[in-house]
């Protein structure tokens, strides 16, 4: 059977700007909205298309859920059932705390969209103030963007890191999500050929989430022209896979879908002609790319 592919859809806001929002079918009849919370981002992730672009604007609370809105009455009877939102589109999120945490709440009250909160995954690159308000305020699912297993990498690859190290990001998740019963969080892994694909990084990262209630998702890069990393080959994510099963985790692989309409993860927006700088390379990876 051809798989169902992905769907973009291209919002334009009143100043001219352009958002991208990504239906997600599932041979299994359920759907997802990938929605964005803002119009470029500040984070620079080094992997990201979206992360070139800058940050241009934060979406309001209702440029955010009319996302949802519209997906969900333009393809619900074409593809079934729509029940899950991931706030994994453009932007960073927490980077819009305010107006995302209202947004994720009206897509879960009874008079609002109704989803469940478990059915709503907000994502984060790991700022850790506003991580601390999420789960304070919100019963939504969480997300984190890992991504690397030493700080050097992070460092590089994920410059928030810089202000919020892989200690103070992981302990903060430890201390928080044990305070909370059957809270868990979801930790995404894009997998960057020659950089963080190594059966060391997979034994660190199993040490690196101890005690902390979680899942780990791998994610296959998805090349594009404002990156130099390379996805790393689908035999060795199984093998990474499999060491951190052995280690005790429970871990989902995500190969790629919408790469080839450059509607796949980290490939949303239009740089334009203002980029932000890439970083230097560190000299042990330099070969790697």
């Known amino acids: 059977m051809e798989p169902v592919r992905m769907l973009q859809i291209l919002f334009s806001l009143e100043d001219g700007s352009v958002i991208e929002t990504v239906i997600i079918p599932c041979a299994r009849g359920r759907t997802t909205i990938c929605v964005s919370s803002q119009v470029g981002c500040a984070m620079n992730c080094q992997f990201c298309f979206t992360g070139r672009m800058g940050l241009r604007k934060h979406l309001s609370t209702a440029e955010i859920v009319e996302q949802a809105v519209f997906a969900r009455r333009l393809f619900s009877d074409e593809l079934g059932s729509i029940n899950n939102v991931v706030f994994m589109g453009m932007g960073e999120p927490f980077h819009n705390i305010d107006n995302v945490i209202k947004a994720s709440a009206i897509m879960v009250d009874e008079q609002g969209l109704h989803f469940s909160p478990r059915k709503v995954t907000v994502s984060t690159s790991g700022l850790v103030p506003q991580l601390k308000r999420f789960l304070q305020e919100s019963n939504c699912s969480l997300a984190v963007s890992l991504n690397a297993t030493t700080d050097e990498v992070r460092n590089w690859i994920m ?65 594009h022209g404002g990156s130099q990393f390379k996805p790393t080959p689908d035999d060795k994510i199984i093998e990474f896979r499999n060491v951190l099963i052995q280690g005790g ?41």
């Open 159 to 223: 410059p928030i890191n810089r202000k919020y190290n892989l200690n103070l990001l992981l302990g903060t998740l430890r201390e928080e999500l044990n305070l909370r019963q059957k809270q868990i969080v979801l930790f995404e892994y894009v997998m960057l050929s020659g950089v963080n694909d190594s059966m060391d990084d997979a034994k660190r990262l199993i040490e690196l989430v101890q005690g902390i209630p979680c899942k780990i998702n791998l994610i296959s890069f998805n090349p």
């Open 249 to 289: 985790l429970t871990v989902f692989v995500r190969l790629s879908r919408g790469d080839d309409q450059m509607a796949a993860c980290g490939q949303l927006g239009e740089p334009g002609g203002y980029q932000l700088p890439l970083l230097r390379v560190p000299e042990k990876f330099q070969v790697a790319l």
